[in-house]
């Protein structure tokens, strides 16, 4: 294995792993730490917490476990993946995982590098835009668990860290990876180690990616990997295999959690014109609908492609938590997706789609499921992925067209972008 990823949820992680197959690396995400070896295939291993919104201490324990599982494989460059949107909060886990991995690693020079251009997300001057909108004015100032209220990325992190952060500029960015490289050098000397990088296309991702070679640590969205997988290629280490996809034929179902605008739109879409089940927390919490419940609804619609979705706007969702609590709530319905899944599953459904990081790892881990073959894009962001028999998408909120939920059954199913 040459290069291991650590993602802070797995539908962060199913990106990056979309990113670097599609550059070129044999590439395999596996959920959580896992117990053996890896296949002497594996070039990329990608190990999909579930640490983005837990205390501190314990998503830098898990992922201090998981870099030196990945370290055990013989990686030579660690990144450390966290959403483009740079989800976290004044008290967050970035900063201080980071921080670790590179006390771990020894590493001089941390690039944070969120942006993912593709997905409309960039850095300038230092604050994130989610298109042409400040990340404070996006929809993420409404998150309900990591409201995102400051677009400067490097005040948000300094919140975080007991240490100074630095910065690379677009024009240091502009002038190439040496530029790049004299800039990284300079913060680091001056007592920066983690540096904010402006990146406002993907060439910019490329000339970062080159500036990163012989970095121990590297942390951003997915973005970041297009441009690691050459610095490996360059030296001759990639063997340029690439396993052929194999879709699925039988039901296929839906479940979303997210209450990111894109999914809300996804949700409405797919809702227009097939069997929709809209999924009231309060009434999960209270025990009036179960998981047979749903469960038994799907499966009576499981050749319509059915979809089953907890999706509410932003005051709902806030409601919600201040009647119940935060943490029972989601805790609520990540339990209920997590049986569902399993149970669906266990009747015959053959491929499956989560909407929101949360949710996707709820079903992953009701499943069982340790590890995950990377197949085609379905959306930027957003591969087919394969465990077993099973085909799957997990999708970030925000990531998808309206119409994500229909090609992506499709190309479960087929590999054509339908239903």
């Known amino acids: 294995m040459l290069l291991g990823v650590i993602g802070d949820d797995f539908t962060g992680s199913s990106d990056i792993a979309n990113t670097l197959a599609k550059a070129g690396m044999a590439v395999t995400q596996y959920s959580g730490v896992p117990q053996g070896a890896a296949a002497p295939s594996v070039e990329a291993g990608i190990v999909a917490l579930k640490s983005r919104t837990v205390p501190v201490k314990d998503a830098v324990r898990a992922s201090l476990a998981a870099l030196d599982w990945l370290l055990a494989q013989g990686c030579e460059q660690i990144v450390f993946k966290y959403c483009s949107t740079f989800d976290s909060t004044p008290q967050g886990n970035i900063g201080p995982v980071a921080a670790a991995l590179a006390d771990r690693l020894g590493a001089s020079i941390v690039p944070v590098v969120p942006s993912f251009p593709g997905a409309g997300r960039t850095v300038y001057q230092g604050h994130l835009f989610v298109k042409d909108t400040l990340l404070s004015e996006s929809g993420m ?39 790049i490289r004299a800039r990284m050098q300079a913060e680091a000397k001056a007592g920066r180690r983690m540096q904010v990088v402006d990146t406002v296309c993907d060439a910019d991702l490329m000339a970062i990616g080159a500036a990163c070679a012989g970095l121990k640590l590297v942390t951003g969205g997915s973005g970041i990997a297009m441009g690691l997988p050459a610095n490996f290629r360059e030296r001759g280490k990639l063997s340029g295999d690439g396993a052929a996809w194999r879709g699925n034929a039988g039901p296929c179902a839906i479940l ?75 805790s609520a319905l990540e339990a209920l997706f997590a049986e569902v899944a399993r149970q669906i599953v266990a009747r015959g459904v053959t491929r499956l789609i989560a909407a929101g990081g949360e949710t996707s790892g709820a079903v992953v881990e009701g499943l069982g499921i340790d590890a995950l073959e990377i197949g085609p894009e379905i959306a930027p962001g957003a591969p087919a992925l394969r465990a077993g028999d099973l085909t799957l998408a997990l999708k970030s909120g925000n990531f998808g067209e309206d119409d994500f939920f229909e090609t992506a059954a499709g190309i479960l199913g087929t590999g054509e972008g339908e239903a």
């Open 141 to 179: 100032e409404a998150h309900p668990l990591t409201p995102m209220t400051d677009p400067d990325i490097r005040r948000w992190l300094a919140l975080q860290l007991s240490e100074p952060v630095g910065h690379v500029p677009f024009d240091a960015v502009h002038g190439g990876a040496e530029s």
């Open 256 to 330: 979303a959690g997210s209450s990111s605008r894109q999914t809300r739109a996804q949700v409405a879409r797919h809702a227009a014109s097939h069997p929709a089940l809209r999924i009231v927390a309060g009434d999960v919490i209270e025990g009036r609908t179960t998981p047979e419940d749903v469960t038994d609804w799907i499966m009576r619609h499981a050749d319509e492609l059915p979809l089953a979705y907890a999706t509410a706007d932003p005051e709902t969702v806030r409601a919600v938590q201040e009647e119940y609590g935060r943490d029972r709530a989601a």
